[in-house]
């Protein structure tokens, strides 16, 4: 079982820092007047994000759900490494949260 939650929860991390750098460099472009060309590498990443998605072994849907709560999670890592905005308590008990309601959708028990 600890073997495939630690390589679900890194295809998880994996697949949203490919969402966010995908949708990060446009802005980039978009508010900084930074270059055109951070669009490709942007395209790249967020083709990257949609194929890590079909690498989950769960139902599309399932993991669609399940997916927000990390992603939730790693953008708030993302806002404190990157734009070095430090994150709140209330941004830690809300992914708390999430992580919790991802668990509950990803892990429980399933009628066959």
Request: aromatic content about 12%; charged content about 10%.
């Amino acid at each position: 079982m600890l073997p495939e939650l630690t390589k679900t929860v890194a295809l998880f991390v994996l697949t949203a820092l490919a969402e966010i750098v995908g949708c990060y460099l446009p802005y980039l472009w978009l508010k900084q007047g930074r270059s055109v060309w951070l669009l490709l590498p942007a395209a790249a990443s967020l083709a990257l994000f949609a194929w890590l998605l079909t690498l989950h072994p769960h139902a599309a849907g399932r993991v669609y759900a399940a997916y927000g709560g990390v992603y939730i999670g790693v953008a708030l890592l993302w806002l404190w490494a990157v734009d070095s905005v430090k994150p709140s308590v209330t941004d830690w008990i809300g992914v708390g949260l999430c992580l919790l309601g991802m668990s509950v959708i990803l892990f429980g028990p399933r009628q066959i």
